[in-house]
């Protein structure tokens, strides 16, 4: 069984520092949290590869000790190497993306410096809690990521990642059927949770894979661009 229930609204892109030092147009950042395993490397390559051939985009990974999710990435090809950089928090994958975004920041702004300039670019959070969220100084719009794996009742218990994300994606439907997960239940809450703010429902082994999101995304720097 498989289950669309996209919710529209109109795109968000809210950030006001549009432009680098220099007066140039910077990229759009999209931010991607969730907790660990719910998908959301394999959603950043899945973008990657549907969207590299229209945009000029790379990313930015976070792990905590590591550079895994880079390094998966890399293996797959998704992009060039000179578009992927990683950070390593060293600390709580939130504090990076949330308290202090120096290092992110930096690794954005090195990107747009030596590859650029750039359209888009995606930024990982390392896998966390239900309370992750991107500072706005750092991201202009964020997706979050949960899985069915995870338990039908996330969308129910909330927090500001399932709540205030400007994007909830849950993802690996296929599984529904084997872990005993409701989609239409996880629907309802998920409605309950975020009103009209859009909820996409995906399995990246299917045909359609993330094609929705993609178009989330393109909306997004459709605003983006319009707002100069």
Known sequence: MHLDHTHTAAPSAISADARRPDGRRRALRVGLGGPVGSGKTATVAALC???REELSLAVVTNDIYTREDAEFLLREAVLPPERIAAVETGACPHTAIRDDISANLEAVEDLEDEVGPLD??????????????????????????IDVAGGDDIPRKGGPGVT?????????????PYVGSDLARMAADAKVQRAELPVVFQSLREERGVTEVAAWVRGQLAVWRDRG
């Open 164 to 176: 205030t994300a400007d994007l909830l994606v849950v993802n690996k439907t296929d599984l529904a």
């Open 120 to 145: 888009l670019v995606l930024l990982e959070s390392g896998g966390d809690n239900l309370t992750a969220t991107f500072s706005k100084g750092l991201v202009d719009a964020q997706i979050f990521v």
């Open 49 to 51: 590869r549907v969207l």
